[in-house]
């Protein structure tokens, strides 16, 4: 069955560092990936979706990669402020293509 | 960017009452929800997918008849949870599809059951 992992449960890093959170999946071929930021007691909010033919993609200081060759996704957030720190979601559609399912998330912590 | 309601934000009940969790997409139309279930410091898992005007599909080893899924209007997606117990304490998160061709989700902010 499909399975995704996000490797790193916590980072902690200093303010001003680029973060990078690691996503991998097994067992599929997602035609994309979406990365997700959740705050605590609250619902999940939609960041970037990067498409399979898709090396890279920017939105101000984040940087999501794709590489299906490695199944992996890298997501970079750069010059980082206590202001991110949250939990950071991967998620890809089910095989079914009917849902979104969801890595167990990597909470970062940005310290000034 | 398109917003989902849910009401209560959080609800405390006691053992064997039913509770009903509300969602609404406020400024577009959702032809399919999605309800998930978050245990603390653990992933949103799909509960069941909810399409307006037919029956529910759910996910394996979710209870259909635990957890009620009305989805009567393009607009509106209720969740019911019969018959509660301590263990169905969770964080309960509803999302819709803004369609057009977008695969992004909408994420309501969620609702807190606490059962006594």
């Known amino acids: 069955s499909q399975k995704i992992e996000q490797n790193s449960e916590a980072l902690n890093i200093q303010e001003g560092k680029t973060a990078t959170l690691t996503c991998n999946y097994t067992?599929?071929?997602?035609?994309?990936l979406q990365w997700y930021r959740q705050d605590p007691g609250r619902g999940p909010v939609f960041l970037l979706l990067?498409?399979?033919?898709?090396k890279e993609k920017r939105k101000e200081r984040l940087k999501v990669t794709f590489d299906t060759t490695l199944k992996q996704s890298l997501f970079h957030i750069t010059a980082s402020q206590p202001a991110d720190s949250a939990t950071y979601l991967c998620?890809?559609?089910?095989?079914?293509?009917?849902?979104?399912?969801f890595g167990k998330g990597t909470t970062l912590s940005v310290s000034s | 960017g398109a917003v989902v309601s849910q009401h209560p934000s959080r609800v405390i009940c006691k053992s064997g009452t039913s509770v009903k969790i509300e969602c609404r997409s406020l400024?577009?139309?959702?032809?399919?929800m999605f309800w998930y279930r978050q245990f603390p410091k653990q992933s949103l898992m799909l509960m069941a997918t909810?399409?307006?005007?037919?029956?529910?599909?759910?996910e394996q080893g979710v209870e259909k008849d635990k957890f009620l899924i009305n989805h009567a209007s393009l607009t509106l997606s209720t969740l019911t949870v019969t018959s509660a117990h301590p263990e169905d304490s969770s964080f309960y998160i509803c999302?819709?599809?803004?369609?057009?061709?977008?695969?992004?989700?909408?994420f309501g902010p969620g609702t807190r059951l606490t059962v006594l």
């Open positions: 999302s819709a599809g803004a369609g057009g061709g977008t695969d992004t989700q909408y």
């Open positions: 067992n599929y071929s997602p035609a994309y």
């Open positions: 990067i498409r399979e033919n898709e």
């Open positions: 998620a890809l559609r089910n095989q079914a293509g009917t849902a979104l399912i």
């Open positions: 400024d577009f139309q959702a032809t399919t």
């Open positions: 909810s399409n307006e005007g037919s029956k529910a599909t759910y």
